[in-house]
């Protein structure tokens, strides 16, 4: 007798997001400030960096934004340090435009 299979459907803390950008796991403003210092102290010179496509734009923690790389919003990346790296908006916006909702 095999009795009290009692098996809970689903793992917990897995969330799937398809296609949408969630505001929620790109962080609070503060979050994504220390973010963006992060990105201008770990790939530029803790002033200013150098957008990643090579447009020549020189972004500070003002102007700078994350880019997901290597693993793209598209492919689930997320916005955690180790996947990101720093880019202007024209080239950000020109390179995820298409999951813009
Ligand atoms: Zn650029």
């Not at 973010?35 to 530029?44: A, S």
């Not at 955690?80 to 790296?85: D, E, K, M, P």
């Not at 202007?88 to 390179?95: A, E, L, Y």
Request: net charge positive; hydrophobic share 25%.
């Amino acid at each position: 007798m095999a009795g009290g299979h009692h098996r809970q459907s689903g793992a917990p803390g897995v969330t799937v997001t398809r296609g949408t950008t969630n505001r929620n796991a790109r962080g609070g403003s503060p979050a994504r400030r220390a973010r963006r210092q992060w990105l201008v102290d770990t790939f530029g010179d803790g002033a200013t960096v150098g957008c990643a496509f090579g447009c020549g734009a020189v972004l500070t923690v003002d102007t700078v934004t994350a880019d997901r790389y290597p693993v793209p919003g598209c492919n689930g990346g997320t916005y955690r340090r180790g996947n990101i790296r720093p880019a202007c908006g024209p080239c950000n916006s020109r390179h995820g435009g298409a999951l813009r909702s």
